[in-house]
């Protein structure tokens, strides 16, 4: 039996006496629910009381406690655009007195408040950009704020599963506000933008016994029209990466494991090793430290599916992260969830419970159908 969740923000459940029966109708028991994210400018379209949500930077959705983040550089915002102290606790008590599962869905590395707080340990490209958005595990004190704020996300609250979005690197391709660097760049040259190259990530280099200083000239020369960057060169970046991310998530899942025994793990990931963002690209060893894994499945073309069945071969549970939202219609939708399926998914991910329209609503349903 192909299973399957929907994915909400604590502020689509609270006040909406209507949000879990949509749920049931929609042929779903489990809800995907923030307790962490970044910020957002976000629909409401059948909430009673509102439209819009303006969280305008990232936030931990329960309380904020001073114990667990006395000293630290890197601390969490609390949610001023919500009116309860601990949204996604309340949310999930709904959730749950109305018979439905919940997932807890903990965004880590995605904080541009924190970011432009402390650039220096933010993803820098190789021209000397910093990306505020993107904190970089290559750093100690953010690898230590992820993985406490997985514990505090979890802290005293039952949930079903957590899923792990930006467990790794962000990289250039970023949707902030007005967002303006779209078609300006070839494929292979935002994967050179996302190289960081903070002090963190140069001294690994350094470390491996490269060069760092001839590492960036090499970057910003194949930026430049010159030569690509040398399978060497490339080989060391990435597996500096990987190093990086290993490390985060291990102690992130220390902390989740600490919070939440037995609760099993969904990583968001791509089998491309090079993906940077929400889901980065799997080191050799992440699979294997996950229950499952998560891959984006948004575009509906054919070769969506490719990814699908890549990440096949790590050989975890497989679940497609499929948006309702797009402007493509219903029969693309579910020629797309079909091909998913036959590529080796079996769990799907439905975006957004809370987005989506009163029109769009009867999709969720309609793609559990196309695949069950």
Same mark, same amino acid.
């Given at each position: 039996m192909v299973t399957a969740a929907g994915h909400a923000y604590p502020w689509d459940v609270l006040g909406d006496p209507d949000f879990s029966g949509r749920v049931t109708k929609a042929g779903l028991d489990t809800v995907t629910l923030a307790a962490t994210y970044h910020s957002t400018r976000a629909a409401t379209p059948l909430h009673p009381a509102r439209r819009l949500v303006d969280a305008r930077h990232a936030a931990l959705y329960r309380p904020v406690r001073m114990e667990a983040w006395a000293?630290?550089?890197?601390?969490?915002?609390? *949610? $001023?655009?919500?009116a309860e102290p601990d949204p996604f606790g309340s949310a999930v008590v709904v959730l749950r007195e109305a018979g439905l599962r919940v997932n807890a869905w903990i965004v880590l590395t995605h904080d541009t408040r924190l970011g432009r707080a402390n650039l220096d340990v933010t993803v820098v490209n190789c021209f000397g950009e910093p990306y505020p958005y993107a904190l970089c595990p290559a750093n100690a004190d953010v690898r230590r704020y @992820?993985?406490?704020?997985?514990?505090? @996300?979890?802290?005293?609250?039952?949930? $079903? +599963?957590? #899923?792990?979005? +930006?467990?790794?690197?962000?990289?250039? $391709?970023?949707?902030?506000?007005?967002?303006k660097t779209a078609g300006a760049f070839t494929a292979y040259e935002r994967r050179l933008l996302s190289v960081c190259c903070c002090t963190a990530c140069r001294t690994a280099w350094q470390r491996a016994g490269a060069d760092d200083a001839l590492m960036v000239r090499s970057l910003r020369e194949a930026l430049r029209g010159g030569p690509p960057l040398d399978e060497e060169r490339a080989a060391l970046v990435l597996a500096a990466r990987h190093e990086h991310t290993d490390a985060l998530r291990a102690e992130v899942l220390t902390a989740v494991h600490s919070a939440a025994p037995g609760v099993p793990v969904v990583l968001h990931a791509s089998?491309? *090793?090079?993906?940077?963002?929400? #889901? *980065?690209?799997?080191?050799?060893?992440? +699979?294997?430290?996950v229950d499952a894994l998560l891959v984006p499945a948004w575009p509906a073309d054919p070769a969506t599916a490719t990814l699908i069945s890549d990440a096949t071969l790590y050989g975890r549970p497989l679940d497609a992260y499929v948006t309702v939202l797009s402007e493509v219609d219903r029969d693309t939708l579910l020629a797309h969830v079909r091909r998913l399926r036959e590529a080796g998914a079996d769990r799907f991910s439905l975006y957004h419970l809370g987005l989506a329209p009163a029109g769009r609503q009867g999709l969720f349903a309609d793609l559990l159908a196309a695949v069950r």
């Open positions: 000293g630290r550089r890197l601390r969490p915002a609390t *949610p $001023d655009w919500v @992820a993985a406490t704020l997985a514990a505090e @996300a979890l802290r005293g609250v039952r949930v $079903d +599963a957590v #899923s792990l979005e +930006a467990c790794g690197q962000l990289g250039a $391709d970023h949707l902030g506000h007005h967002e089998p491309d *090793p090079w993906a940077t963002g929400p #889901s *980065p690209g799997l080191t050799l060893t992440a +699979a294997a430290d």
